[in-house]
């Protein structure tokens, strides 16, 4: 069993930053893909961003994340970050983690995180 835990949130300024970090622990074997989404209120889970676990780390944002956010990994801690500048108010959202990858049992996971909530204020 894999378990995800985001921190980082809190509120903040329009145009301020803040930093997600997200750590899994468990079972786990190997992680492919580490990504964060979000759910704004009243709207649908999107995709922030997400990186490869291996190799260079090939990164993929959404529209809304492009040239403000960054990911970034820390492979031997298995931990993403989510770096969030010139933040908006509507970036405010409960921002989620997630990761897939193989377990020790050499069995696909998908897990996300709690999700933790970030608060742009204007």
């Known amino acids: 069993q894999v378990q995800l835990m985001e921190s980082g949130g809190g509120l903040v300024q329009a145009g301020g930053s803040l930093r997600l970090s997200c750590v899994a622990s468990?079972?786990?074997?190997?992680?492919?893909?580490m990504g964060w989404y979000r759910q704004a209120p009243g709207k649908e889970r999107e995709l922030v961003a997400s990186?490869?676990?291996?190799?260079?780390?090939?990164?993929n944002y959404g529209d809304s994340a492009k040239g403000r956010f960054t990911i970034s990994r820390d492979i031997e801690k298995n931990t993403w970050y989510l770096q969030m500048n010139s933040l908006k108010a509507e970036d405010t959202a409960v921002y989620y983690c997630?990761?897939?990858?193989?377990?020790?049992?050499?069995?696909?996971?998908?897990?996300w995180g709690q999700g933790t909530k970030g608060i742009v204020t204007s």
């Open positions: 997630s990761a897939r990858g193989i377990g020790m049992t050499v069995s696909p996971f998908d897990g």
């Open positions: 468990g079972s786990i074997l190997k992680i492919n893909v």
């Open positions: 990186i490869w676990g291996g190799g260079d780390g090939m990164m």
